[in-house]
């Protein structure tokens, strides 16, 4: 997410921690002032301009993995949910690899037999082979994709085992378009993977329901939460950014012909940090719609982390998927 890795860079600087938030909150600003000036891009074209982490300049395989390590640390639980390890000679596909943060891991520690990286950017893809040259780039094959033809068209004849999707598919109008093409492109015994924007989350119900617009006034208060929320993920000129619950994207999958079961959900530290200090305010504040105060009075917090219903209030819903 572009604005959780500004947020993050300024968290690994030695700056005080108030003059951190200070700075983001004008960082902010100025993007959401800026979009309004800017033309509206189409998904291909906003992400063949931006990509995550595109600002990381390696120089050796150990300043990638400290990076790689860094950054998953960010998001308490992401690894665990959706792990790089333990796939000895299976044919893996990262659907979206982006600049290859993923693949680094699948690289150094999956074991798999053949590991294949697809995005629509032709910037994220350059990243991602520059970076993958410190750790054996060879491994890896990674393809443009122009249309979606092109998955079936290379990978029916050999498809595979396991395909890992993190943060792609609420980009996607329809997601169910890729999902139908992974469908094709899948083992029967096989299963995908997808870490998607979390509907019933902090980010969701306070960052972009509450703190955006009533307390650090970067929109306005009569933005509707889902709006307020895509600008506030990976950009403000970011055209799709959808926040799903389990059930709504269940629905989706299922016309692709996946079923569909909860891993689990991971919670950025930047949300951690706005529970902590805008919980009670937003509770205590007229100006909190319905929807969202009935959310955050459910809220039960375990060791500082929020959850509902058994599961963590975060922003990354990861899903499992199998073939029906």
Known sequence: MFLVDTFLSLLRQSTPKWLKKIIYVRVLKAQFSRVKRSPVLSTTDYWGRHTVAACENYVSREGSLKSFHERNSQYIGYADLMPVSAFANLNILDFGCGPGHDLVGFVEFSGAKRIVGVDISPK??????????????????????????????????????????????????????????????????????????????????????????????????????????????????????????????????????????????AISRLEVDICDRYLQ???????????????????????????????VAGIDMVLEHRPI
């Open 124 to 265: 994220a893809i350059e990243l991602a082979r520059k970076r993958l040259a410190f750790h054996g780039s060879d491994r890896v094959a990674l393809r443009l994709l122009h249309s979606e033809s092109d998955l079936p068209v290379a990978y029916e004849s050999n498809p595979f085992d396991y395909v890992h999707s993190s943060g792609v598919l609420h980009h996607i109008d329809d997601p169910s378009v890729a999902l139908r093409m992974i469908r094709r492109i899948i083992k029967p015994s096989g299963y995908l993977k997808t870490m998607v924007y979390h509907e019933n989350s902090i980010w969701f119900h306070l960052y972009a329901g509450y703190v955006l617009p009533n307390v650090w006034k970067v929109v306005s208060p009569n933005f509707d939460t889902r709006e307020i929320f895509r600008m506030s993920t990976d950009g403000p000129a970011c055209p799709v950014s959808t926040a799903y619950s389990e059930s709504s994207f269940e629905a989706i999958a299922r016309s692709a012909s996946f079923s569909t079961s909860m891993v689990g959900v």
């Open 281 to 311: 305010m937003a509770l205590s504040d007229s100006r909190l719609k319905d929807e969202h105060r009935n959310f955050l009075s459910s809220l039960v917090l375990r060791d500082g982390v929020p959850e509902r219903n058994g599961l």
